[in-house]
């Protein structure tokens, strides 16, 4: 059964928010560990958004190809 279009990214918010609440802890570890000024603090989320944006892309590309 394939679940209904809007219903198929409810999910994606939540996503979003759990990669780059999971971004800023980590980039905070990494900065105690390496004792840098934030710099992991910030890139760290940058990455796990900009995964999650190609994510959404690539999902999105398929599902207009059909190629579900």
């Known amino acids: 059964m394939q679940t209904p279009g809007p219903l198929r990214y409810a999910g994606l918010g ?15 570890w990494l900065d105690r560990k390496a004792g840098t000024d934030g ?15 190609y994510s959404l892309m690539r999902e999105l590309s398929r599902s207009d190809k059909g190629d579900r």
């Open 14 to 28: 939540i996503q979003l928010a759990a990669t780059v609440v999971v971004g800023v802890l980590f980039g905070q």
């Open 39 to 53: 710099i992991f603090t910030i890139v760290a989320p940058l990455l796990g958004f900009g995964g999650v944006m």
